[in-house]
């Protein structure tokens, strides 16, 4: 029997924070949980407590979760504690940061599902991370492709095909595109997500944010990032090497699958619970190039991406802003990338930013983007 | 610069034989050519000695290639040659066997394009192979799709999805089939090779005979092994893992590229003669079960593999003669499997045959099915 490792779930009441109990549930004899961390969800908080009895817990609300007598942690404090084995960092948005940092400073096995962090601090997490021996693994099912597809080769990648769904909106005209409804956006073909990604992934700037992140994690030139829409998402992503051969990953659309394998790597655990690919019902996989022209945010962040300096923060920043203003009817579907655009041309960038000054990037955007559109929020 | 690896290229003038020659000389810093064995066709392997100078050369033929100022060795001395770093085994059909048997005991790293060598002996093949510590890297782009999934993996496979254009008969009726002719056998939708391993491709012998190749190279149950017909042949097979995530290796059919690895492993070199997938035209990939019923050589060739003993030489055997007389117009197309049918239905199986036992059963049933036909060939 293989050691019981011990998993940090930062964001557990989230989307992936859930699937992530979910697979631990799956797999008692080699997980447990020793810490649980949400923001304002105290009472599926105190479900997750009553059911994983973990030893630390973290919440934002002013109201403890009922019944808990776990030991309270800071989000730092937990992603890094010598007790922690792997940290499972499904928080979104900007949160991530701080607690990414913590625990690649502290060497940690990192899950990383919240992609803003790496997004905005590329460069010092991947740094920190080398330095400290910490290892990241991608929960992302592209992310998660693509490293699988890399494991074992003895030289990096040669390009890397990041497939993408196209989102529910895939063919609309940008005239459809302005009419499109907040309920219409967070209805998703292939994935069950959280509202923000949701969102993200209509708008194409969830690939976008996800081809930053490939740069970053498999220190990949932009340019040898191709972006391929694949709208059944059987295949995950895929590499080409020096040669010419090309891996790809293939699975169901279920998260499950890349947590549970950021979990366990290097090993692969049999868990019945997982859906399956059936050849019996694959009759075709189809491909077509990414629409631009539509979808505006994926060159944005492509862009911002090949800037660097605090433009990929101003990006998530500007990102984050909009979709907010979309989802509570303030602004058009088509205004999100307008005002990414917007932002991102007036940003006035710095080299090799601190954390503490892109949290400051990140939250003069925010004020910005909402003057933009006349608003207090 | 690494160190120049000497190739023994076995079945030089056969279409993988020409290919791997080709590979070599895209990469003349990693590679040469210190042996050329061929049969008849001696004045293409006076060329390729004029061009390769290799040191030890075999031929079959009375007449020595002309200029051939080389060391004749016979082709067991020349796979098993201490000189020799890797054996690129080519030859087709039974003559295969003795060659690779001296080359695994003599603990080369064996590039084995030879199916049925591993077919008929691959209990005995692969137990030499792992006692003296002899690599087999497979040439068939199948399996050498397979062996790259697996690389790096922990665990073996669950489950191996070889995949098979279907060939240019796929979709046809089984009266179709009956009046099919060599020559409409012997175009290939995707692949350019032999005429043997072309014609088995139609009647889908040659996906059976691949299953029964993969079970002994990946040590997979026969019944864990699935063939999916994939007419564009751009998956080159699939790999199922415990987890249920599927790798999958792609490339333009073209068998320079499974050459190439075999050669490069664990290495990948670019070679800019190879062709690469080209996604702006790639815009569907397509998937069917095999027809077993109007192609009965892969279920055939599956009960021999599961059969064991002496009967995949015996399949053999009964093929390549029933291939014989369709390429000379003797039988119908469809006599193929009658003929390989009967053959196995009367055929006596010994368990752990000798590789001297295979070779007389093989010769047998050549007999057998010869005289079936009335013919004495």
């Known amino acids: 029997m293989a050691d019981i490792k011990r998993v940090a779930v930062l964001g557990s009441t989230g989307s992936i924070g859930r699937q992530t109990l979910e697979v631990i549930s799956a797999l008692p004899h080699h997980f447990s949980v020793i810490g649980l961390a949400a923001g304002k969800n105290t009472s599926l908080l105190a479900e997750q407590i009553s059911q994983f009895k973990p030893k630390f817990i973290y919440f934002q609300d002013k109201n403890p979760p009922t019944g808990a007598k776990c030991e309270f942690l800071s989000l730092e404090e937990m992603a890094s504690h010598p007790e922690v084995d792997i940290v499972v960092l499904a928080t979104s948005g900007r949160w991530g940061l701080k607690s990414t940092l913590a625990a690649v400073k502290a060497g940690k096995r990192l899950a990383l599902a919240n992609k803003e962090s790496l997004v905005m601090a590329g460069e010092i997490i991947t740094k920190e991370a080398k ?13 998660s492709a693509i490293f699988q597809c890399l494991e074992g080769e003895k030289q990096k990648a040669a390009k890397i095909i990041l497939t993408a769904s196209g989102g529910p909106f895939r063919g609309y005209s940008p005239t459809q595109l302005a009419k499109v409804t907040p309920e219409q956006a967070l209805k998703h073909p292939s994935w069950q997500m959280g509202q923000k990604v949701t969102v993200d992934s209509a708008t194409l700037m969830n690939k976008g944010l996800e081809v930053i992140e490939a740069g970053w994690l ?37 998260m499950r ?39 505006p945010c994926l060159k944005l962040a492509i862009e911002a991406g090949k800037k660097g300096g605090t433009y990929p923060a101003a990006l998530c920043a500007a990102d984050e802003t909009a979709v907010e203003l979309f989802l509570s009817k303030r602004i058009k579907f088509t205004d999100i990338p307008r005002l ?31 003057k933009m559109v006349g608003d207090s929020l």
Chains 1, 2 share one sequence.
Do not use: C
């Open 131 to 143: 330095l400290n021996k910490s290892q990241i693994l991608p929960v992302d099912s592209e992310h």
């Open 218 to 254: 498999f220190d990949m030139p932009f340019d040898n990032i191709r972006v391929l829409v694949h709208p059944q998402s059987i295949i995950h992503s895929m590499v080409e090497f020096a040669d010419g051969s090309v891996k790809a990953q293939m699975g169901m659309p279920d």
């Open 257 to 295: 699958l890349p947590i549970q394998y950021a979990l366990t790597y290097p090993e692969r655990l049999e868990n019945t619970t997982l859906p399956r690919l059936d050849w019996d019902n694959i009759k075709e996989l189809n491909f077509e190039p990414p629409d631009f022209d539509s979808f």
């Open 340 to 370: 990414v655009g917007q932002a991102l041309a007036e940003h006035k960038s710095t080299t090799q930013p601190t954390p503490e000054e892109i949290l400051a990037i990140d939250s003069q955007t925010r004020e910005k983007v909402k």
